[in-house]
């Protein structure tokens, strides 16, 4: 597989759109690559960690979001399920996991149904270690502020606004990886 191929096919290479996404999964997948090292006990599939963190947000040019340069009719929530939708249908249901998966430190029903989210209502967190590690090092690195690394403070205070859930999800990750 050669993720940048896939992305290629969605995204103009060369586009702002392209360069944002790019330069975000390589930043996420570096992330993840180098948390999977420190951890061989974890045995995790390094492969498809660096394709899955490359295609986690492919769904984002489906979703307005005009900061981004993504200018499609959905909310941005959308995004990971979408691309999800898009990597089943391309034949890699595992990828698509992660990419529905990976929003927020995930999404359950409840969150769903409390929060009346436009998407469907059903648990989207991480299962895989494979697919917490992406998630996990996805929460560093914004589309906006492309290639800084958030502290993990500033992390924590974006997912406390979310509910102490996540906090809580975030923290066994830190306690996992780091």
């Known amino acids: 597989m050669n993720p940048l191929a896939i992305l290629s096919a969605y995204y103009q290479p060369g586009s702002r759109a392209y360069q944002i996404l790019v330069s975000h999964s390589r930043s996420v997948r570096d992330k993840a690559l180098a948390l999977a090292e420190a951890h061989p ?45 898009l990597m089943r ?32 209502p059903h648990d989207m967190l991480p299962v895989s270690l494979e697919e917490q590690l992406i998630c996990f090092a996805d929460k560093f690195f914004s589309k906006t502020k492309l290639e800084r690394e958030k502290p993990i403070e500033k992390i924590r205070q974006g997912l406390a606004a979310y509910g102490q859930e996540d906090v809580k999800r975030f923290d066994a990750w830190c306690e996992l990886f780091l």
């Open 89 to 120: 249908s391309l034949g890699y249901p595992r990828h698509a996991l992660v990419c529905e998966r990976h929003t927020g430190a995930g999404l359950s029903r409840a969150m769903i149904e409390a929060r009346n989210l436009p998407i469907p």
């Open 41 to 85: 006990e974890l045995e995790l599939d390094r492969t498809f960690v660096s394709e899955a963190a490359m295609l986690h947000d492919i769904g984002i040019y489906l979703c307005d979001a005009p900061e981004i340069d993504c200018h499609g009719t959905s909310p941005y929530i959308c995004h990971g399920w979408l691309g999800a939708e």
